[in-house]
């Protein structure tokens, strides 16, 4: 059996919290652990990241890749972003400060959600989650509303400090 392990969020986590899975492939276990340059780096738009496994598992996988494209610019902003630490403090930082705009606006008007360190936030919509997408777009904020367990959620990514305060007091507004 193997065991794939999608890591795309682990940077977002202080060092010393950081377990990742990438130890047990050192170990020959059949791991496939897999990272993206898209969420703490802030590459999405590039489309890149990669798996680290046993090579005989790399091998098999690679005949399923297709004709992904990677482009060099990609490959470059990948490799100089790669291990930059003062970056993702940085970004842990600001992201930090965002997010608790939005938790703290939460907190506030009780509604449980699921706690997260990451770039994103999820908890139950409170009215009608279409009515909360539209008025949400006139007002200039693109969130999502997921139906989960036979109800509509609220999915927003973190953005800026100043855009999180416009987002909360615009939630606020389409809510009320």
Known sequence: MTVYADEAYLEFLEPSQQ????????KDVNVVVSRTFSKIYGLAGLRIGYIIARP??????????????????AIAA?????????????????????????TGYLDQHKVG???????????PAPRDGKMILSKMEEKGYLMRIWDYQQREWCRVSI????????FVKAFDEVTA
Do not use: C, H
């Open 113 to 123: 959600y699921g706690k997260t360190v990451t770039n994103f936030a999820f908890w």
């Open 19 to 26: 377990r990742s899975l990438v130890e047990l492939v050192r």
């Open 78 to 102: 990948a490799r100089a972003s790669l291990g930059d630490e003062p970056f993702m403090k940085l970004v842990r930082t600001k992201n930090a400060e965002a997010r608790a705009v939005l």
């Open 159 to 166: 953005g800026t400090l100043d855009e999180m305060k416009g």
């Open 56 to 73: 005989e598992l790399i091998r098999r996988i690679a005949k399923y890749a297709g004709d992904i494209p990677l482009s060099q610019p």
